[in-house]
């Protein structure tokens, strides 16, 4: 038979409410109600033990075991919880969480409690008191003994990082249990246009048993050793409502000295009664400002329950160039748990040391909105520092860009003036600070040191060594698809005698060897010579949109080059500037080699291997005009099936005198009009002038390509008489 097990009653915590309630004085019990160190007895085989005894500066949080030794069930809703002082005063114990009050036989359980205290009590002075509920008693209560809260107190007391709130206090419309507990999560300092401010997190979990907001009388603000409080706002999460037994994270901003000391700092919740303040409850903060070392890996802070994120800025490098310093540090998230996790909006800014500067840095890379188990995602975030900044003192704030309500919501119960000060004893006002309502949609969440910084290493002597068809081993950053295989086939160089300029032609084959159509990627990408000079490939002016599964595509890119550079090895950077909002990102970079002309009569325009097996140049004269002919034979091949269309490069043949002057021309495609075909074709140049006609003139032949800036020229081959 199952049997519905009863929970502890709400009703019996009422009525210890009414009996018990703080600062009510009790007259001290006789010595011989004290238990003994093993424990409160309620019979030979059944007892209470008090364990994890935690004081913070208004609260106490401890726990209650009861131990069933018996045969029978026991129900610990028979029983009652209280805490008293030296005194004599009592103060209400409350459950901190809801469970089965059944002990069955043979079995223990572990009761949570927490209770408001004055503050100033010490350990030495509270004493946890066990009763029976009985209605003969004048009290209601028969007592039974009392356990020294000393002598289970966990050390730490003074650098506690949990305090327990009763938000019926502060509101009294709230139901009589509306309590919460917050925990001291992360405290970052940054820089906002000009102005320092403070951010600390905090962690609440709602203690009572029906939902709850947090009341707008509430206020809270920092204070420091020196005396001086500042007003602080609720920036995220103030208008959120907390489920019973559930936490969720709010978000503190306060606006704060530049000189601010981080030792002794406290954050104190209170609420205005009339005219006067009642402090509920403080908390020191100052083990919670810390910076994160590069290469330091701990959980994300803002991840939801249940999840398992942890952050880390895995490196820093940087340049001194022109312009100032460059920067970019790559901050890394993984999914160290089992199930899928939120993947957080982030974005980032570098500050310089005290001063009040700072520089904003995104990563716009489209990126899916969660993380599977084990997998993990990086975001790049470049700068320009000024010159003379030494990285190495810089620090990287990284930010979450906030969504909902609680992005537009303003500082918790500040006044019109927006003007919190602290009172001296005789009641007059000190110093004060204005409070910080302003609203946001990003939270700072990890501020990483960046010492440890390293000067990046010229990518022409870090690339590794590439071989022409190899696959281009690309990060995955979301520019290129994960079903997309990237090669580099080909890359020659044509000096421009009269333009002043050599041009290299490079051709990447894409391949779709997933089961669905795929955006073709606008692979950016630049080739680096020895010195870390680098010029950027432009890609040819038309390309498809889409590549279809299973199929591959040629995409040309040209290169202007120097005509003094003499070079023939240059480091290949395929990189994105689009996700970054300066700068950009590498993908990979491989050392590659020019490919030498052969004197080969077989010539590659890629996918195409084309032999010249033989030709004939002759001409005639009519009425006043030469024409000359082109009488060759080839043989055309396409050993690779890769897709080609009207956007491929094209055969150019140009008829040159013996100057060099171009005379006359002809451009021919692989496809379509004018194709070159496999065997004999005449190609004619007609309308030369009687000064034209000369045994030396020659037929130049360049594989030519369009691109945005203009046409990429390569010669592959000249034919004389």
């Known amino acids: 038979m199952i049997r519905k097990l009863p929970s502890i009653s709400w009703k019996h915590t009422s009525m210890a409410l009414l009996l018990s309630s703080s600062l009510v004085v009790m007259p001290p019990l006789p010595p011989a109600a004290h238990a003994a160190s093993e424990g409160v007895y309620i019979s030979s085989q059944s007892y209470f033990t008090l364990a994890q005894a935690v004081l913070s500066s208004t609260s106490l949080q401890f726990s209650v075991i009861l131990h069933n030794r018996e045969s029978r069930v026991m129900d610990f809703n028979a029983y009652g919880v209280r805490v008293t002082d030296h005194s004599g005063r009592s103060y209400t114990a409350r459950l901190s969480e809801k469970k089965s009050a059944i002990v069955l036989p043979g079995q223990e359980q572990r009761f949570r409690f927490y209770s408001d205290i004055n503050s100033g009590t010490t350990a030495e002075q509270l004493q946890v008191e066990i009763f029976r509920w009985d209605s003969s008693q004048a009290d209601f209560m028969k007592h039974m003994g009392m356990f020294s809260v000393a002598s289970v107190a966990q050390e730490g007391q003074a650098s506690i990082s949990e305090e327990i709130m009763n938000l019926h206090t502060v509101d009294n419309t709230l139901a009589n249990d509306a309590s919460i507990t917050y925990q001291l999560g992360q405290s970052v300092r940054v820089v906002e246009e000009g102005k320092w401010y403070l951010y600390t997190q905090l962690s609440v979990k709602n203690l009572g048993a029906g939902s709850v907001k947090l009341p707008a009388a509430l206020q809270v603000r920092l204070k420091e050793a020196g005396g001086l409080k500042y007003a602080s706002a609720i920036t995220d999460g103030k208008d959120q409502t907390f489920l019973p037994n559930q936490s969720d994270s709010i978000t503190l901003k306060t606006a704060i000295s530049k000189d601010l000391s981080e030792h002794d700092l406290g954050l104190e919740f209170y609420y205005m009664n009339q005219i006067q303040e ?337 030709f004939a140049l002759g001409w005639s004269y009519s009425s006043g005009s030469y024409t000359y002919y082109l009488n060759l034979t080839m043989a055309i091949d396409r050993p690779d099936p890769v897709i080609v269309d009207s956007n491929f490069s094209r055969v150019q043949f140009e008829l040159v005198d013996a100057l060099d002057r171009i005379i006359g021309m002809k451009t021919m495609t692989f496809t379509g009009t004018d194709k070159l075909i496999n065997g004999k074709q005449k190609i004619t140049f007609s309308g030369l002038s009687d000064e034209q006609g000369s045994s030396g003139n020659r037929v130049k032949i360049y594989e030519i390509v369009e691109t945005a800036n203009g046409t990429a020229k390569r010669l592959v081959k000249e034919l004389k008489y």
């Open 278 to 614: 009642v402090s509920l409850s403080s908390m020191d903060i100052s083990s919670s400002l810390q910076t994160v070392t590069l290469g330091d890996t701990l959980d994300y802070m803002r991840q939801l329950e249940g999840e398992h994120l942890t952050v880390q800025a895995e490196k820093a490098t940087y340049s001194n160039q022109a312009d100032g310093v460059h920067v970019q540090t790559v901050v890394t998230l993984r999914n160290e748990g089992d199930s899928m996790a939120s993947l957080p909006s982030l974005l980032a800014s570098y500050q310089f040391g005290g001063s009040r500067a700072s520089i904003t840095s995104t990563d716009h890379t489209s990126r899916l909105s969660y993380l599977s188990p084990k997998e993990t995602a990086s975001f790049y975030f470049n700068a320009v520092l000024p010159e003379g900044i030494d990285p190495n003192t810089v620090q990287l704030v990284l930010w979450e860009k906030t969504t909902g309500s609680s992005a537009n919501s303003s500082a918790s119960g500040t006044s019109s003036s927006g003007v919190s000060g602290t009172t001296t004893s005789n009641g007059t006002p000190s110093s004060a600070s204005a409070a910080t309502a302003d609203s946001t949609a990003q939270v700072p969440v990890t501020v990483f040191l960046l010492k440890g910084a390293s000067e990046a290493r010229s990518a022409f002597l870090s690339a590794p060594a590439y071989t022409l068809g190899e696959k281009l081993m690309l990060s995955s950053s979301g520019v290129v698809d994960k079903n997309l295989d990237v090669s580099l086939v080909e890359l020659h160089t044509h000096v421009n005698e009269d333009f002043g300029y050599q041009t290299a032609i490079g051709k990447y084959k894409i391949t779709n060897k997933g089961t669905s159509t795929i955006a073709l990627p606008e692979l950016q990408n630049e080739l680096i010579d020895s010195q870390g000079k680098s010029y950027t490939g432009s890609r040819q002016s038309s390309v498809p949109e889409l590549i279809m599964p299973g199929t591959s595509y040629v995409i040309s890119y040209s290169y202007l080059l120097p005509s003094s550079l003499e070079e023939d090895r240059f480091a290949l950077n395929v990189y994105d500037d689009q996700a970054v909002s300066q700068g950009k990102v590498s993908l990979g970079a491989y050392q590659v080699g020019i490919q030498e002309e052969s004197d080969s009569d077989t010539i590659s325009f890629y996918p195409f291997l084309v032999q010249f097996k033989d």
